[in-house]
């Protein structure tokens, strides 16, 4: 005959601290947990709404300024650290952690239209409208610096007088060599008072300048006459060029996939394009009811943030067609420059009403550091979500978002302008001879003309 005998080792239970959790033996057979699904989906759904019950995303606002912020940029070389210019001429380096001035930087008469700061973080370039490129040495923080003040005015290094206004800057990834945009694209280097190189190819006002990261001869730009140009130092000469139906006002290459940049546009949507195929866009990102004034890559490439007229702040997935998170304050106006911060932990707005914003890039995440079993039961919050997104409770949920009235009656006027745009089209082609009316997809139909 044949006996099971049951054992047990008093080291399997025992616990070794006093400290420790009790031990919980669990059998994963499926054979006996005939619920296990149904059980899991109840688990989404409650983690569905948690996470909408925690989502808290405004940190603070800096305020300092004293007009309208139409540009930031972030120091790749300090993580805290970012710098923001104003209409007024006005610059400042802020201290993220504690949310105030480090240093002002006083010298431009006009508004302030381009930050760019080198790789090494080291000196600021800026550029406005009163013609003047300038070249300022950023402040060197210590691990011992606690007295964070505002009063400190720094005298800048260079200024260079040229003949027309400037709308736009960046600098050149591991170079002393600066793009500026204007009436043309100018390459400047930090030693020599007058551009390198200018560039010309029949363009309205320059309004947007960006160089690749993975290439550092080549930079993109985006002009007033609603094209988009992609120009190759190297050859001395632009390599490609097209045309859209409205203007993009701002340009930014996706730092994992070089070769991708994305464009926000006059007409509220941003277009993804492969900088090899031209003719179409391989992405569009809908959403916001009014022009995007800025965009700006997260450092893992995966998604992008945008700042719109509607005065909201959209993250977009590097690959949707939808926001996947929308902010908005009662107090906030026209969002006209955002950044993503250099961990992709949290993104900060410059909008008209003279605020900086600090919000975080996931609206419920938990801040502070976080135990072990906190992080592996966020982890399982997230994967049990992620899967049973599909299911029609628990998308309701995650894709739900409180809208400012403007924005709601806005989005709902535009789906409805849309429809009507399509009814007239069907009717159209079915009043026509066949193959008379050509059907293009929106991502082909928004551009006019490859050069």
Not at 426 to 451: D, F, M, T
Request: aromatic residues 8%; positive net charge; glycine residues 6%.
């Amino acid at each position: 005959m044949k006996v099971n005998v049951i054992s047990r080792s008093t080291d399997e239970y025992t616990k070794e601290r006093s400290q420790d959790l009790q031990r919980v033996f669990r059998n994963f057979d499926p054979s006996i947990r005939t619920q296990e699904k149904a059980v899991e989906y109840v688990r989404a759904c409650n983690a569905a709404k948690l996470e909408k019950i925690f989502a808290r995303p405004f940190v603070g606002a800096m305020d300092g300024h004293i007009d309208s912020i139409s540009c930031m940029a972030k120091n790749p070389n300090h993580l805290t650290r970012i710098f923001s210019g104003s209409m007024d001429g006005d610059i400042r380096l802020w201290d993220i952690a504690s949310r105030r001035t480090v240093c002002q930087f006083p010298g431009h008469q006009g508004a302030v239209q381009g930050l760019a700061v080198s790789t090494d973080g080291r000196v600021l370039v800026s550029c406005g409208t009163d013609s003047t490129v300038r070249l300022w040495g950023v402040p060197v923080s210590t691990l011992l610096e606690e007295d964070v003040s505002s009063d400190k005015s720094a005298v800048p290094l260079e200024t260079y007088v040229w003949k027309n206004a400037f709308r736009a800057v960046d600098h050149q990834w591991n170079f002393d060599r600066f793009a500026t945009g204007g009436a043309g694209v100018d390459i400047w280097n930090h030693n020599r008072s007058a551009p390198e190189q200018s560039f010309e190819w029949g363009t309205d006002t320059v309004v947007s300048i960006k160089f690749n990261p993975g290439q550092p001869d080549i930079l993109a730009t985006s002009a007033s006459d609603r094209s988009i140009a992609i120009y190759d130092l190297r050859m001395g000469k632009p390599a490609a060029k097209f045309i859209m139906r409205t203007r993009t006002n701002s340009i930014s290459w996706n730092p994992m996939e070089p070769i991708n940049f994305t464009a926000a546009n006059e007409d509220s949507n941003c277009y993804s394009f492969d900088s090899r195929k031209l003719n179409e866009a391989k992405c569009v990102h809908k959403d916001h009811v009014s022009a995007v004034m800025d965009i700006d890559y997260s450092p893992t490439g995966r998604e992008f943030v945008t700042g719109s007229y509607d005065r909201t702040v959209r993250i977009f997935q590097y690959n949707g067609g939808h926001s996947r998170e929308i902010y908005h304050t009662k107090r906030m106006q026209r969002v006209f420059c955002v950044k993503f911060s250099c961990d992709a932990s949290y993104v900060i707005s410059g909008s008209d009403d003279t605020n900086l914003r600090l919000w975080k890039a996931k609206a419920s995440e938990q801040l502070g550091v976080l135990l072990p079993r906190e992080q592996k039961k966020h982890e399982y919050n997230e994967a049990v979500k992620n899967r049973y997104k599909h299911l029609p409770e628990v998308k309701r949920i995650v894709r739900h978002r409180h809208l400012p009235k403007p924005v709601y009656k806005a989005a709902a006027t535009l789906r409805e302008m849309t429809e009507s745009r399509r009814k007239k089209h069907e009717k159209r082609k079915a009043h026509s001879a066949p193959g008379s009316v050509i059907e293009e997809p929106l991502r082909k139909r928004k551009i006019i003309k490859v050069e």
